[in-house]
């Protein structure tokens, strides 16, 4: 292990150069004119796992995106490890916002600014050259056995890797996942994510006339839309907060008294946070929460877009015959995807205002989930953040969702170490996007260390 960490260190700048080669590959998974990139980067990446000496490497088509696959299982007697991330990024926009280009990575200070930079980008590769620094060193060889399963649709629900996992799990085998996107409660402060939010994500059509009516000639009399629209959404929260949708929070698994405590230890500046992360005029959300247990502990519902009728320059004074918005529903224990669909479909339609019809459609989906911190492989992950990081681990669940843990255990009956090495200002899915260089480096070194300490807990 010291051999792959000094190679590591020996190679950093190689390592950050083969990062920003695969950070200007714009492969934005949600937008068809991007399709060849994200082939692109599935290509790039296979072909890195292949000159480091990972075997049996594959580039899967199906009917979304690609997924990348590998494996070395040379390690007679020990555990395996399934690796995880995913190569998809986010669109840029607002493209005016950023201040170097998005997909020409650009080092400011300690920092890489790129979209995908730290979401996902950056990470995989974290991973991919722990696993090269272990292969192209010392003995050459690995501590435990590695399948590597990476992803271009996470940004888009990851349908394509739910069906796979689902499909293959013989394929898949493993004692445990390393997924390595998530992020550090605070600089220099080693941390594991051991709880996510699930989520829905849906669109909410309103229909009223047969087609778009002159407002003159109408209004008054038609049904608009957009009015209706903005009832309902006006209805499914309070102004403080609170979801209405009856039931809706009624399965919720409150966080226990001993996590309570542990998570008001953190070192968090509740002002800091709304000022320089946020950058909003104040904090909103349920009374009777901390900051903390509203983004971890707490269901939510948050409107993202709203389109129909007229919105280019200038006026035309039309009701439109149609109004969408798309609304989120993020999870958590013990809540369900369906039922919460079938919970704010059926309220929906209970609140929708006379002479409109309202549907709902569900996009995609993902469960909640929450890990205990007994578990041999979190204490494995524990040991080597120690090794690297010399402070002791701190544990915290995430406002995200990443819908494959949910599979994972369900299909492979594994548990998923979530350890990531992004920081809270990390802007992602925002202009300007960053990874801290010093973290993408020991992010490596604590991977090598991860499968050091695998390798002694079996």
């Keep these: 292990m010291d051999a792959a960490v000094a190679y590591a260190r020996e190679n950093a700048p190689r390592f950050l150069e083969d990062l920003k080669a695969l950070l200007r590959i714009p492969s934005v998974s949600t937008l068809p004119e991007h399709q060849g990139d994200v082939e692109a980067a599935a290509e790039w990446i296979a072909e890195n796992l292949r000159h480091i000496g990972m075997e049996h490497v594959e580039v899967i088509r199906g009917e979304g995106h690609p997924l990348v696959y590998a494996d070395w299982l040379h390690a007679a007697g020990q555990p395996t490890c399934l ?3 995913h190569y998809d990024v986010q669109p840029p926009d607002p493209l005016d916002e950023w201040i170097t280009p998005p997909f020409e990575p650009t080092r400011r200070g300690d920092n890489l600014y790129a979209r995908g930079a ?51 799990p013989d394929r898949l085998q493993a004692d445990f996942a390393l997924i390595s996107d998530t992020e550090m ?18 669109e909410l059509e309103v229909r009223g006339a047969k087609t778009d009516l002159h407002s003159g000639m109408f209004g008054g009399t038609a049904p608009n839309p957009f009015v209706a629209l903005a009832q309902i959404v006006c209805g499914l929260k309070d102004r ?29 500046d509740e002002e800091k946070y709304r000022r320089d992360e946020m950058g909003a005029p104040a904090l909103v959300g349920e009374k009777g929460y901390s900051v903390i247990e509203r983004l971890w502990a707490r269901p939510t519902l948050d409107v993202h877009g709203v389109m129909g009728g007229f919105t280019g320059a200038g006026a035309k004074t039309v009701i439109p015959a149609k109004a969408t ?20 479909s059926d309220y929906v339609q ?58 994972f255990a369900r299909h492979l009956k594994i548990p998923s170490v979530m350890m990531g090495f992004g920081l809270p200002d ?15 480096h020991r992010g490596i070194e604590s991977v090598v260390r991860l499968f050091e300490e695998s390798a002694r807990q079996g």
């Design 118 to 168: 730290v979401d996902d980008k950056g990470q995989l590769v974290t991973q991919l050259k722990a696993l090269e620094s272990l292969l192209q060193s010392g003995d050459r060889k690995l501590p435990v056995n590695i399948r590597v399963l990476y992803e271009g649709e996470e940004e888009v629900g990851g349908e394509h890797i739910a069906a796979f996992v689902s499909q293959h």
């Design 325 to 344: 918005a798309k609304i989120s529903m993020r999870l958590v224990p013990d809540m369900h995807p369906e039922k919460a669909f079938r919970q704010y």
């Design 83 to 85: 690796c995880y991330a």
């Design 426 to 440: 990390d802007g992602i899915h925002a202009p300007n996007e960053k990874f801290h260089i010093p973290n993408f």
């Design 240 to 268: 403080d907060g609170k979801i209405l949708i009856p039931g809706f929070c009624d399965d919720v698994q409150k966080p226990s008294a001993e996590e309570l405590k542990a998570w008001h230890s953190l070192p968090f």
């Design 185 to 202: 409660f605070a600089p220099e402060l080693p941390t594991l994510c051991v709880g996510l939010r699930g989520m829905i994500y849906t």
């Design 350 to 407: 209970a609140i929708c205002p006379a002479g409109v019809t309202v549907s709902t459609r569900l996009i995609h989906s993902g469960e909640p989930s929450v890990l205990s911190t007994d578990n041999p492989w979190i204490r494995a992950a524990t040991r080597a953040m120690k090794k690297v990081w010399n402070k002791d681990t701190v544990f915290i669940r995430s406002g995200g969702s990443i819908p494959v843990v949910g599979d």
